[in-house]
């Protein structure tokens, strides 16, 4: 390969780095993963094949810049991205939602960590009116956990059971394992009860794993 040919590689090369990383912090604002298309569709075509490695930059320029890390999220037969903060933090990141909407989301990770398994529909929005969160009748502020919140991969809303008695229920979704540690969400917990983290001894040993 002449200098030429190699300098034109590289200006590609880079310029496919560039283009991602501006690409992937804008698309962080609304949360919602980004498509492995649409990420290909940012690198040169020369490039495409050789993807990983243009991921490689582009993961490193987004934590020296931003903070970010790029994680990959393998969902059925598609593969997603999803941006989150290099570093844990104690609550859903503020860019997420409004004031309100981020206690709901809280609230409601709480209540499914804290219950130890999925929580069934019915039994979440009880929760969240009686914690003065969302009352039971908010039919739109229902959407924001059963579209929304699922759609950013905070939550994940799926069918449990068969026939009469399926129900659909509420679980913690990739995003929320990646940005949310659990070990915070026990401390807050342990803080309004006025005990020790270890009193809750199956969610304790889930925040050790």
Not at 13 to 24: A, E, G, I, L, M
Not at 57 to 83: N, T
Not at 114 to 119: A, D, E, I
Request: with cysteine.
């Amino acid at each position: 390969m002449s200098r030429q040919s190699q300098t034109e590689s590289t200006r590609l090369f880079d310029n496919s780095v560039r283009q991602c990383v501006r690409y992937v912090f804008c698309r962080e604002a609304d949360k919602i993963p980004i498509k492995r298309s649409e990420i290909l569709e940012q690198i040169a075509p020369e490039y495409r094949k050789k993807s990983k490695n243009v991921l490689v930059e582009v993961e490193k320029e987004l934590k020296r810049v931003y903070g970010y890390k790029l994680v990959e999220i393998k969902d059925k037969d598609k593969i997603l991205y999803i941006v989150v903060l290099d570093e844990a933090c104690d609550s859903p990141p503020s860019r997420t939602t409004d004031l309100l909407q981020k206690r709901i989301l809280s609230g409601a990770l709480t209540h499914i960590f804290m219950s130890g398994r999925p929580v069934k529909e019915d039994d979440m929005w009880s929760f969240l009116d009686k914690s003065g969160l969302l009352a039971e009748d908010n039919i739109s502020g229902r959407k924001l956990l059963t579209q929304q919140f699922t759609k950013q991969l905070y939550l994940s809303y799926s069918k449990m059971g068969e026939g009469e008695l399926a129900r659909y229920a509420f679980d913690w979704g990739p995003r929320a394992n990646h940005e949310l540690p659990k070990k915070f969400i026990l401390q807050k917990v342990a803080v309004a009860f006025g005990t020790d983290p270890a009193c809750w001894s199956e969610q304790y040993k889930r925040t050790l794993e």
